[in-house]
């Protein structure tokens, strides 16, 4: 694999990332939250939740074409996403590392992430990694103006 480009996302960056984003969200998550939330999350609704996180947001391109990205708020590594294209090249792992530099980075001593109970792949990857899962999170989630409560677990980080 090509060594993975990271950087700060940009506005033009929207309509891929978004992209990615639908479509790996629904890959993981549907059948296991809520069927409004799922059906709230739509492409047109992924977009503007984009756009909204371009701040927080930094992308990972390989061969010139963004294949992955992670959002960071604070301490909390909000999203993590990778091409299906890309899955199992260790492009996860180098988002992980970063976002996790950056909760660090940000002054923050434990980092942590919400994982859908039922996202066995997501939670292999994060225990691998050295992400301790630290028990139930019932996760609130507005979505088309509705509130969900999306099952969860919390995991954590000692990032410093």
């Not at 990615?20 to 969200?25: D, I, K, S, V």
Request: proline share 5%.
């Amino acid at each position: 694999m090509e060594t993975p480009t990271l950087r700060p996302a940009t506005v033009d960056d929207v309509p891929v990332v978004a992209d990615l984003w639908h479509r790996g969200w629904h890959d993981a998550h549907a059948g296991h939250v809520p069927d409004g939330l799922t059906a709230a999350r739509t492409l047109p609704a992924f977009r503007e939740r984009t756009a909204a996180a371009v701040p927080v947001t930094t992308v990972a391109e390989v061969g010139g074409r963004v294949a992955g990205f992670v959002m960071v708020v604070d301490d909390e590594v909000e999203q993590v996403f990778v091409d299906a294209d890309h899955r199992g090249t260790g492009l996860a792992g180098r988002l992980l590392d970063e976002a996790e530099r950056q909760v660090a980075q940000g002054g923050h001593d434990v980092a942590w992430l919400a994982v859908v109970v039922d996202n066995a792949r997501a939670r292999r990857f994060y225990e691998r990694r050295g992400w301790a899962d630290e028990g139930d999170l019932p996760y609130e989630v507005t979505a088309a103006g509705e509130t969900f409560i999306s099952p969860c677990r919390r995991y954590t980080k000692k990032v410093r």
